[in-house]
């Protein structure tokens, strides 16, 4: 059933909701045509016919960065030391394996499992296209038509970041493993791109995968096309020390300034890490409103550093979370642990409140991805949430108006009860509606890859 068809109008009956401010308790949620259609606070009991979401009930968190396949990964890189480049060997022999069927399993499970977490909507970083050398499969789009389907089945949205990954480093050929990332050139990949439809789960954004990926004199190509649809750009930015070194050597800037004199940067772009900047980076990406997605669970699986979200945030930057690799699912993880590397940083507490870090989870994570209309609670507002226990062994005991301080610094995504998305519940009671046994699709899936 597609995501904008509700079958009936419903109403939930929410125990507590968190409303953007504040934590209200007894609110009443009217939903038709998949959208909310009011609000209702004051009511102590829950009316007659609604739905009851036992705990504190959010907006649907927006994962804004994810590579699905990366969550093959898991427990494998784990193993040992080493650094992102050493990492990225081994996620490139996943890589490899990948066709448009079992990439459709593999997203479908993953996906489900972010259902699971709470979210309800992906931003998927997607450069994996051809076939391996390169060969084009007789659809071009067949990899990223299967992400769309897989979002689709279980449940979820996505925005699809049709990514450019032209090189393999400041203008290098691609080598062999990153021959299916590229399109030859930006011109191409644009032309490709254009093929892709949007659907009522779906929308559509650009990429440029790095400055090391895409030849700076092929950023504005990716860049318009994105302006001209007023779709989402995004891109990894300065993840790697190696890299800025890499861009100076290149160009006699850094990456920040590279993108902002080939006009990547403004309000419908979004920067991926921005781990290692500069004071003048900061500025840049202030003053052009240039959002800023942190990944902090990746950041610190791969030993990058700590980026400085606070001070991109207080120049002018949205901030935003992601999964990213996927070394754990859980955006209430990513939200408190930007917080929690600031504090170890600085020494000090207290840089985001609760509030903060939630609307970081999923108004502008959802308007990062181009959903203007969904992370919040209000009428007219897409009918997406999720609803987190409050009697958990983890979030049992504070008094009901500090829930959100609970589910920011407590909770995880063992602790959602909920999910709905456009109305419908896609995660009742702890259990996946449309993919009965998440565990068992993503065990199957992954080996199905992993060799």
Not at 148 to 160: K, Q, W
């Amino acid at each position: 059933m597609p995501l904008t068809t509700q079958a009936t109008p419903t109403t939930y009956w929410l125990e507590h909701a968190w409303l953007g401010t504040h934590v209200e308790p007894g609110v009443a949620l009217d939903t038709a045509d998949g959208r909310i259609t009011a609000v209702r606070t004051g009511v102590d009991t829950p009316p007659p016919g609604a739905t009851v979401l036992r705990g504190l009930t959010l907006p649907g968190l927006a994962n804004a960065h994810s590579h699905a396949f990366h969550r093959a990964l898991r427990g494998t890189v784990q193993v040992g030391s080493g650094t992102f480049w050493t990492w990225r060997e081994i996620m490139y022999s996943v890589a490899d394996r990948l066709t448009p069927d079992t990439y459709y399993a593999l997203a479908r499970a993953v996906y489900a499992e972010m259902a699971l977490a709470g979210i309800t909507c992906v931003g998927e970083f997607h450069y994996l296209h051809h076939a391996p050398g390169g060969t084009r499969y007789d659809d071009p789009n067949a990899m990223g038509e299967a992400l769309v389907s897989a979002a689709e089945d279980a449940g979820i949205r996505i925005t699809l970041l049709d990514t450019a990954y032209l090189s393999a480093g400041f203008g290098a050929p691609p080598d062999a493993h990153q021959l299916r990332f590229s399109d030859g050139t930006a011109e191409r990949w644009a032309e490709r791109a254009d093929a892709l439809k949007e659907r009522a789960h779906a929308r559509l954004g650009a990429a440029i995968h790095s400055v090391r990926a895409v030849p700076a004199d092929q950023l504005g190509t990716v860049a318009d096309w994105a302006r001209e649809r007023r779709a989402p750009l995004h891109v990894h930015l300065s993840e790697q020390t190696a890299e800025n070194d890499a861009c100076r050597a290149a160009h006699g800037c850094t990456p920040t300034r590279l993108l902002a004199d080939h006009g990547a940067l403004g309000r419908h772009t979004t920067a991926v890490h921005a781990t290692h900047l500069t004071s003048e980076d900061i500025e840049l990406l202030g003053d052009s409103r240039t959002g800023v997605c942190m990944c902090p669970t990746t950041e610190r699986d791969l030993a990058d550093g700590i980026g400085p979200a606070a001070r991109v945030q207080g120049r002018g930057s949205p901030l935003s979370l992601g999964s990213d690799s996927h070394a754990v699912i859980d955006l209430l993880e990513e939200a408190r642990a930007m917080e929690l590397d600031e504090r170890l940083r600085t020494r000090t507490r207290g840089h985001w409140t609760a509030a903060a870090l939630l609307r970081a989870a999923t108004a502008d994570g959802h308007a990062a991805l181009g959903w203007d209309d969904a992370g919040t609670l209000e009428a007219g507002a897409l009918a997406d949430l999720t609803t987190i226990a409050l009697d958990s062994v983890r979030t049992a005991g504070p008094v009901p108006r500090l829930a959100a301080e609970t589910a920011v610094f407590a909770a995880s995504a063992a602790d959602v009860r909920h999910t709905v998305v456009a109305g419908r519940q896609i995660v009742r009671d702890g259990a996946h509606t449309l993919v009965p046994d998440v565990p068992t699709a993503l065990a199957e899936s992954i080996a199905a890859v992993r060799g």
